[in-house]
């Protein structure tokens, strides 16, 4: 019944905005994501009890560990941010403008979202429990990597950066880029943070490790698996980007930065968002649960974790100069050549 439904709905659009899919094919995958964000949205309400009646025959017999804490606020990261992603990028079709960026960070926070909720439904407590509509997600995970592909082929937007900008740029250390400088240490910080919850997860045999996962985030114990895929996630994709982030910000022309600043921005936002809800959601078991006299640090700590990469994506975005590749001719150039 799902599946007829989207198809019927795919056809809607199919025939309802002929001209804007010809031009681009994304048009009708937005809108098709679009309908099942609010759907989810439907799930996350419901469970909280602020709706009744809408989903509660899917969520029991369809996905029943989208009842689960972590299911609940990947429905609300998915109903409120991916749908307004989805309106943006496919208004700006409509309108025949870039969308890009946007599509960088919806591809970054959607794929997060499945590298976390797929390995979590079959590894941990609900694994006996995978229904036929969980055959669903196939065109759910490979549509969005076609449509990965095509965003980031899409040319970049021109800058208004002179050659002149950029060499001049170029030619500061860092001790005169506070901002980059400030940047790095936060990076250095947030290595290591992430390092340490992925030996939490492994049962490193440190006491530091007992002591933070019984005090400060019990989550990580929880059987539902997710907050243990996450981790793993943050530490063997999250990790080795922290590295070449802070490599980019020291060397000039690395032109690649801007765009994964974009991608693990939106991953590392969705990763925290679900994460930090489902900490302190009632649905996860009160043992699991973030103490209370623990809220402040745990919030504070997840928190900047999650907004060091908004503000990563940001000054690449303004302020592009130092990583656009030096003109021929100029100091940096010939560096970078030898």
């Known amino acids: 019944m799902s599946a007829l439904i989207l198809g019927l709905f795919f056809l809607a659009i199919y025939s309802l905005s002929r001209g804007d899919i010809y031009y681009d094919p994304l048009y009708a995958v937005f809108a098709v994501f679009a309908f099942t964000s609010v759907v989810d949205l439907l799930i996350a309400l419901q469970e909280d009890g602020y709706t009744s009646g809408f989903m509660e025959f899917y969520t029991k017999e369809g996905e029943p560990y989208l009842r689960t804490a972590h299911g609940i606020f990947i429905c609300y990261w998915d109903g409120i941010v991916h749908y307004l992603l989805y309106l943006a990028m496919a208004g700006a079709i409509r309108k025949r403008k870039r969308y890009r960026n946007l599509g960088l960070y919806w591809l970054g926070s959607f794929i997060m979202s499945i590298l976390v909720f797929l390995p979590g439904n079959i590894l941990g407590k609900y694994s006996s429990e995978t229904r036929p509509a969980f055959f669903l997600t196939i065109p759910y995970v490979l549509v969005p990597c076609w449509a990965g592909l095509r965003v980031f082929n899409q040319t970049q937007a021109p800058t208004c950066c002179t050659s002149n900008m ?61 907050p243990k895929v996450q981790m793993l996630a943050n530490m063997f994709y999250v990790l080795p980007f922290y590295g070449l982030a802070a490599y980019a910000l020291i060397f000039p022309g690395c032109s690649w ?82």
Not at 178 to 188: A, K
Not at 191 to 210: H, S, Y
Request: aromatic content about 16%.
């Open 257 to 338: 930065l801007p765009d994964w600043t974009l991608v693990f921005a939106g991953a590392i936002g969705q990763a925290q968002f679900s994460h930090m809800g489902a900490s302190m959601h009632l649905r996860t078991p009160f043992t699991y649960r973030v103490p209370e006299d623990a809220w402040t640090c745990f919030f504070v700590s997840n928190l900047l974790y999650a907004l060091g990469p908004q503000l990563l994506a940001c000054r690449c975005l303004w302020w592009p100069a130092f990583f656009l590749r030096p003109p021929p001719g100029s100091p940096a150039h010939h560096k970078k050549q030898h």
């Open 166 to 226: 950029v060499q001049e740029e170029q030619r500061k250390g860092l001790l005169q880029r506070p901002v980059d400088l400030g940047l790095i240490i936060y990076l250095v910080f947030a290595a290591f943070f992430t390092l340490f919850r992925g030996l939490v997860v492994l049962d490193c045999p440190m006491d530091a490790c007992f002591v933070y996962i019984y005090q400060y985030e019990p989550y990580l114990r929880d059987p539902v698996a997710y």
